[in-house]
């Protein structure tokens, strides 16, 4: 799904995606069984923070939605 991703975050977002429990990404179920779905929201997670200006944006007023655009 994603052929440009790093292969160190591979694991770690994949890990993520099926802990359960872990209440960030979708739906618990979604996340074990690996959907697309909550794969892709894993991966927006895991690389929004590390690759963007997502937490700047909110510390300088931002709300989510247009922090996130």
Do not use: W
């Not at 770690?12 to 779905?37: D, K, M, N, W």
């Amino acid at each position: 799904m994603f052929p440009g991703r790093p292969p160190k975050g591979a694991q770690t977002i994949a890990e993520h995606t099926a802990r359960r429990g872990s209440g960030r990404v979708g739906r618990a179920s979604a996340g074990e069984r690996l959907e697309e779905e909550a794969l892709t929201l894993a991966v927006v997670a895991h690389i929004r923070p590390r690759f963007g200006n997502y937490d700047e944006l909110l510390k300088s007023g931002y709300d989510c939605s247009e922090a996130r655009a």
